[in-house]
């Protein structure tokens, strides 16, 4: 005889420490039970909350978390045309009747149409966990048909994000759209293929605090003159070693005030007789520069002749060590 436990008759107290200790996944759950327990998760304060959340449109379409270094997936959104036959249904937004099972990673919701779904998913969490969406991810063979989905989403349920992450296979993929169609605020990291003469089309928006170009081949002096970030890294760069020296000067004189870590790598060796100016000192391999206006320090590492990167650490970095 299975013996039936009333959460809800709890008083506060008690109740809020069992459900300190459902997590993430165990307040979004109970959410979809019924309307009572959607609204004693909303009204929950506490640790189970206190996550990250990552929607992510593309092959795959899912919310997640961050708990600590742990990431993973809470709902995803699927064809509905997928699933064989339907064994229980849950409401998530104004969707009734939406099939639900559990899947290899978290629950599987069901969709006439999953690009519809995952937004709806994105509201709902946003209602239940009392927080905006932390991180959009676009991530696919054919990412351009899903970031159009993805910016609509976006500007209409919370005009801005704090982090932005793109991954696609596609080749000529159109950049300017996300850079110009995305409210980014924190966090920006692609890993994208536009055309081999691209440029664009506006100045984009690089005074975020991270700034990850994983094919950076399009980035010139003038984009790296306008970065204010505190970790900037560019890989597939054809920056030249006179463009990173203007750079040093850039920095010298007050630009890119907020920069901890600067790291390019590039196809052409870089010449470090060019690079480095001003009065040095070398320590553990690199050579230090010093900023008159405030005396901050940076280290330019020296890989030497035949090195194709270039690191630039400024001190404290950004983990706050000294030296």
């Known amino acids: 005889m299975t013996t039936l436990f009333p959460l809800f008759s709890l008083p506060y107290v008690p109740l809020k420490q069992i459900l300190d200790n459902f997590r993430a996944q165990g307040i979004l759950y109970l959410s979809m039970c019924s309307q009572r327990a959607k609204s004693v998760a909303v009204s929950y304060r506490g640790p189970s909350k206190n996550v990250k959340l990552t929607l992510q449109f593309g092959d795959w379409n899912c919310l997640s978390c961050m708990e600590g270094d742990d990431l993973y997936c809470l709902l995803s959104a ?25 899947g290899k990673f978290g ?7 999953r690009m519809t779904g995952i937004a709806e998913v994105g509201d709902y969490a946003c209602e239940v966990f009392n927080q905006d969406i932390y ?15 993805a910016a609509e ?8 994000i704090q982090h932005l992450h793109c991954v696609s296979l ?24 536009p055309p081999s003469t691209y440029c664009p089309a506006k100045p984009p928006n690089f005074r975020v605090d991270v700034l990850y170009l994983y094919v950076s081949f399009w980035i010139k002096l003038c984009h790296l003159l306008a970065m204010d970030c505190k970790i900037i890294q560019l890989r597939d760069s054809k920056l030249s070693s006179r463009d990173l020296n203007v750079f040093l000067k850039h920095w010298m004189a007050g630009g890119c005030s907020k920069l ?21 000192q070398t320590i553990r391999g690199g050579s230090d520069i010093k900023r008159s206006s405030d005396n901050v ?9 035949h090195s194709k990167g270039f690191w630039m650490i400024v001190w404290p970095d950004f983990a706050g060590n000294s030296y």
């Open 78 to 102: 699927e064809n509905r045309s997928d699933l064989s036959s339907i064994e229980a249904t849950v409401k998530i937004g104004n969707f009734c009747d939406i099939p639900v099972e559990v």
């Open 107 to 113: 629950l599987n919701t069901y969709w006439e149409d």
């Open 135 to 149: 991180r959009v991810v676009i991530r696919g063979k054919q990412a351009g048909d899903y970031s159009g989905r």
């Open 153 to 160: 989403w976006v500007s209409k349920s919370q005009k801005s």
């Open 170 to 193: 596609e080749k000529d993929y159109d950049l300017d759209f996300v850079l110009e169609n995305f409210n980014y605020i924190k966090k920006l990291s692609l890993n994208l293929n």
């Open 260 to 280: 901890k870590l600067l790291h390019v790598s590039v196809k052409e060796p870089i010449d470090y007789a060019v690079v480095e100016v001003g009065k040095q």
């Open 297 to 305: 320090t940076a280290t330019i590492i020296n890989g030497g002749n």
